[in-house]
């Protein structure tokens, strides 16, 4: 590959990026699961790190009986 494939290649990758942070910054906003409505947490493991409260084993949900779900998103 050329270095200007590989240049727009990377290009592409944070444009990417970008787009996904921008989308999950919606989401956090709007303090829902886009998937399953449950409120959302932040996971302090990682910086700018969402996740759905329901994300995770038993345990690690806010209501162990019902469903878990596997939206999590990073906003930074």
Same mark, same amino acid.
């Given at each position: 590959?050329? /270095?200007? $494939? &590989?240049?727009?290649?990377?290009?592409?990758?944070?444009? +990417?990026?970008? !787009?996904?942070?921008?989308?999950? @910054?919606?989401?956090? /906003?709007? $303090? &829902?699961?886009?998937?399953?409505?449950?409120?959302?947490? +932040?996971?302090? !493991?990682?910086?700018?790190?969402? @996740?759905?409260?329901?994300?995770?084993?038993?345990?690690?949900?806010?209501?162990?009986?019902?469903?878990?779900?596997?939206?999590?998103?990073?906003?930074?």
């Amino acid at each position: 590959m050329t /270095r200007k $494939g &590989r240049q727009a290649e990377r290009k592409a990758a944070r444009e +990417r990026v970008e !787009a996904a942070k921008r989308q999950a @910054q919606a989401i956090v /906003r709007s $303090g &829902r699961c886009p998937d399953c409505g449950s409120d959302l947490r +932040r996971n302090s !493991a990682l910086a700018g790190w969402w @996740q759905c409260e329901q994300y995770g084993d038993g345990h690690f949900r806010a209501r162990p009986a019902d469903p878990p779900c596997n939206w999590q998103g990073f906003t930074e």
